[in-house]
């Protein structure tokens, strides 16, 4: 299914790891079976709507209308709160569905940013390029699905700025963005244009370690941290909503903060 | 108001039909909500204990985050009509109110002495209104703590009234044990006094 073309300063060797370990079973349903309270609850309805393809859908509807209710209740203009230095989280976790020493090593030298769909200019940027972007710096809570959180401090541009450079479509719906081992995410274009969506290229004003996603991170402080990729070397502009790796297999869509 | 005084007139009803729809729903709703509330706590334990996998619902996080922000309509839109209509009938005030710490004394040294009396099924003795009240207070806090939990920067200022985004997960947290300890008190008398349990069906 996955193209494996080859994206200039990733090493080709590398291969997206499953996440399988983390889920029960392989299967996409999975998540619906070996629960003990499903028995009660087919008890307490007096009815098999739980074990099955219904209930599943149903979840996902729920799960899409959710989506809805966070876009409305998205404020474009309301700020994540931001922190002093001293509240920074020593060592900020390194978080993946992969060990740290399997993270993506990729090229900075030969490393190209590349930018498709709806955008007038889809030149690709260097790190120069990129470093040579305005910078801003943001102190604010990651918040990981989980449910723990962790504080820290990262550096780039505004992903705003950067749509206004490349001529970007800003009526598009999503930002697609692709990452070297194979991660992706899509997000909605109020949130790509809020202030402290950041393409991050430092951590704690040092350029990006491989563990936080060298050479580039989208932070996107109003999501939970599975919709703030690492490892980015792609982005597209687009009407069509491309999912990603975790939506894809169950987590919210829009998972707002 | 009126429904409730006309069905009164004709049969002595102990529990009007929207509270035993609002009792069953929640009854739903909240099994739902602790079973895939532990299999998220599970994800990131707030202690040194995680929550057997074979009492949790929805098998893996993802799961388990659907069937709660499912559930979670269910449980606030739910809870909200019955709260309403508590205040607004008068139910609230004519049932649980007034707590008088001199009489929940006494009855609680009634009760764990198995000497308090349940054949007024109409009327909640000091303890039961304390119950009763102590767990629409949980109810209500955890529907805030977990919105703050949900939305810590839409709703930043409901989470800083948690003491942050970390706090606001033990207030969850501890909202939930408090409603599966009044559940577990729940469940047990309506067993021992399986008439409560048919009034709650019936409504008499």
Known sequence: MRQRKVIPGVDPKLLIKDAANLMPEASRRGFLRGAAGLGALAFLTGCDIIDGESAESVLRKVSEFNDGVQATIFNGTKLAPTYPESAITKPFPFNAYYDEDEAPEVNGENYKFEVAGLVDNKKSWTLED????????????????????????????????FLKRVGADTRAKYVWFKCAEGYTNTIDMPTALHPQTQMTFKFANRILPRAYGFPMKVRIPTKLGFKNPKYVVAMEVTNTDKGGYWEDKGYNWFSGL | MTAETMTL????????????????????????????????????????????????????????????????????????????????????????????????????????????????????????????????????????????????????????????????????????????????????????????????????
């Open chain 1, 130 to 161: 990129l470093y040579a972007l305005p910078e801003v710096s943001q102190i604010t809570r990651h918040v990981c699905v989980e449910g723990w959180s962790a504080i820290g401090s990262w550096q780039g541009t505004t992903l705003s700025e």
């Open chain 2, 9 to 204: 007139s004709v049969a002595p009803t102990i529990h009007p039909r929207w509270v035993r729809i609002c009792h069953w729903v929640n009854a739903l709703a909240i099994l739902v909500m602790i079973g895939s509330g532990w299999q998220i706590y599970n994800a990131s334990p707030l202690f040194g204990f995680t929550f057997p996998p074979d009492i949790t619902l929805g098998g893996w996080l993802a799961g388990a985050l659907l069937w709660h922000f499912a559930a979670m309509w269910l449980f606030v839109v739910n809870g909200i009509v019955y709260v309403t209509l508590g205040i607004f009938t008068g139910r609230f005030r004519k049932k649980l109110l007034p707590i008088r710490p001199a009489e929940v004394v006494s009855d609680l040294k009634a009760a764990l002495t198995l000497r308090l009396a349940h054949d007024d099924l109409s009327h909640y003795n000091a303890v039961q209104k304390l119950l009763y009240s102590g767990v629409i207070i949980a109810g209500i806090l955890i529907v805030l703590s977990g919105l703050s939990i949900w939305k810590p920067v839409q709703f930043q200022e409901l989470t800083a009234l948690f003491g942050g985004y970390d706090t606001a997960r033990y207030v969850h947290f501890f909202a939930m044990a408090t409603i599966v300890a009044f559940l577990a008190v729940h469940i047990a008398l309506a067993l021992i006094v399986p008439k409560s349990l048919r009034a709650m069906v019936t409504g008499r």
